[in-house]
């Protein structure tokens, strides 16, 4: 069965630091998500992509994210210069079209640690 | 205001047994999807059920199902014959059609602990 991947699993960096978090989402879906949850909190939308662009963003998705489509299959986080508070669990998902009733799949998660 | 909320931080059930995790959200959208996922102590979020606001019928996927009580704003998780391997957070999750976000909000989560 079709699954999305994340690597790596765990990255540890120091603060002030640029970290790529990379994704692979199953290969026919359209649509590709960050998530990410701190330890402990619930699951916090970040943003979401489509047609190589940026079809939404919450206010946690500042200037020190970007996310990139480099090739066919790869879906890229970039955090610029790392901050304590960005250490968390960051959930890639992907689905096949836009439409409410088609859930996403999540990858298993990077766990980015900040120090 | 909170879209999705979840109010037991914690249920303990014992093996074999009923449980109903709650969930309420709130939306003024029409058509609205809901999700419970699973997330085990590996980490990984997996989905359960989906519920969408036109449906007449409460969803079912196996030994879940799903109490939808639309004037009540209620999606509540039942899982039927609970199993060891059931321990885990759920997480309840919305979907709004009408803002264009086609992104899922997430309440904070239920830590279900099945006791043998």
């Known amino acids: 069965e079709p699954e999305v991947t994340q690597t790596p699993s765990h990255q540890v960096t120091q603060m002030g630091q640029e970290v790529i978090l990379r994704c692979v989402p199953i290969?026919?879906?359209?649509?590709f998500y960050w998530y990410r949850q701190i330890l402990g909190q619930k699951v916090e939308f970040l943003v979401s992509?489509?047609?190589?662009?940026?079809?939404?963003k919450s206010e946690i998705f500042d200037d020190q994210f970007s996310v990139e489509r480099p090739d066919g299959s790869n879906f890229t986080l970039k955090i610029r210069s790392t901050k304590l508070e960005d250490s968390a669990m960051y959930f890639c998902?992907?689905?096949?079209?836009?439409?409410?009733?088609?859930?996403?799949?999540f990858g298993p998660g990077t766990r980015l640690t900040v120090t | 205001a909170q879209k999705i909320t979840q109010t037991q931080p914690g249920m303990f059930v014992q093996e074999k047994e009923a449980v109903t995790l709650d969930c309420t959200y709130d939306?003024?959208?029409?058509?609205?999807?809901l999700f419970w996922y699973k997330q085990p102590s590996s980490g990984e979020m997996i989905f359960l059920i989906y519920?969408?606001?036109?449906?007449?019928q409460n969803a079912t996927e196996g030994r879940y199902s799903l109490n939808f009580q639309k004037a009540r704003k209620s999606a509540n998780l039942v899982i039927s014959a609970s199993q060891l391997g059931d321990s885990a957070m759920y997480f309840c999750?919305?979907?709004?059609?009408?803002?264009?976000?086609?992104?899922?909000?997430f309440g904070t989560g239920t830590r279900l602990t099945v006791i043998p």
């Open positions: 998902a992907s689905s096949p079209q836009g439409q409410v009733s088609r859930e996403q799949y």
């Open positions: 519920q969408g606001s036109y449906d007449e």
């Open positions: 999750a919305m979907r709004e059609v009408q803002t264009g976000a086609n992104n899922l909000f």
């Open positions: 939306t003024s959208d029409q058509s609205y999807g």
């Open positions: 290969s026919n879906h359209l649509y």
């Open positions: 992509f489509y047609n190589n662009e940026i079809s939404e």
